[in-house]
T-cell receptor, first 116, second 113 residues
Framework: DARVTQTPRDKVTEMGQEVTMRCQPI?????VFWYRQTMMQGLELLAY????????DSGMPKDRFSAEMPDATLATLKIQPSEPRDSAVYFC??????????????FGPGTRLTVL | GEDVEQSLFLSVREGDSSVINCTYT??????LYWYKQEPGAGLQLLTY?????DMKQDQRLTVLLNKKDKHLSLRIADTQTGDSAIYFC?????????????FGTGTRLTIIP
């Protein structure tokens, strides 16, 4: 049963601390997306990768957020320093990147981040 | 505009049909999608429609597409308590040669017993 996994599921931290969220995409998928979901803003695309290369990170606050794919099985989203307004659920999704065809994205369960 | 728009809330009696509406913006979208998000979970693909179709039926789900008006709807027949969730429509957009999905705001469907 292939699925996207995310760790941790829940994270509570204090303002100013570094937060690292991890995602393991489905094996064989070549695109990885990071989204943030809040009540006010809904679902926002932060960044996405194809074949481990960042294609678009225009949705991320550049000064504090960074996203990387150290290898094909791991994507990370880091916030340093964290702020209370970063409190949200962060989703990772992966897909096959069909380039114009059906492009289903498979979502992980999310990391619920609370910054106090 | 740039946004994919949906109503935020819909309440339906159990057993009735639910109709969730969406307007999108990119007339060149190849596929349009409906995702479902249950409490505490990620989004899950429910169904999709290819842009050259105007209707697709899949068991209790019917998707209608009006390309002229850029309007997409999802009808759930015989709505059950398990259908309570947030439903997102999404359009595919080509961005510097790469496809990405733009999601609507989501419609929270509440079932009234």
């Amino acid at each position: 049963d292939a699925r996207v996994t995310q760790t941790p599921r829940d994270k509570v931290t204090e303002m100013g601390q570094e937060v690292t969220m991890r995602c393991q995409p489905i094996l064989g998928h070549n695109t990885v997306f990071w989204y943030r979901q809040t009540m006010m803003q809904g679902l926002e695309l932060l960044a996405y990768f194809r074949n481990r290369a960042p294609l678009d990170d225009s949705g991320m606050p550049k000064d504090r957020f960074s996203a990387e794919m150290p290898d094909a099985t791991l994507a990370t989203l880091k916030i340093q320093p964290s702020e209370p307004r970063d409190s949200a659920v962060y989703f990772c999704a992966s897909g096959l990147g069909s380039g114009g065809g059906l492009d289903t994205q498979y979502f992980g369960p999310g990391t619920r981040l609370t910054v106090l | 505009g740039e946004d994919v728009e949906q109503s935020l809330f819909l309440s339906v009696r159990e057993g009735d049909s639910s109709v969730i509406n969406c307007t999108y913006t990119d007339s060149s979208s190849t596929y349009l999608y409906w995702y479902k998000q249950e409490p505490g979970a990620g989004l899950q693909l429910l169904t999709y429609i290819f842009s050259n179709m105007d209707m697709k039926q899949d068991q209790r789900l019917t998707v209608l597409l009006n390309k002229k008006d850029k309007h997409l709807s999802l009808r759930i027949a015989d709505t059950q308590t398990g259908d309570s969730a947030i439903y997102f429509c999404a359009e595919s957009r080509r961005d510097f040669g790469n496809e990405k999905l733009t999601f609507g705001t989501g419609t929270r469907l509440t079932i009234i017993p």
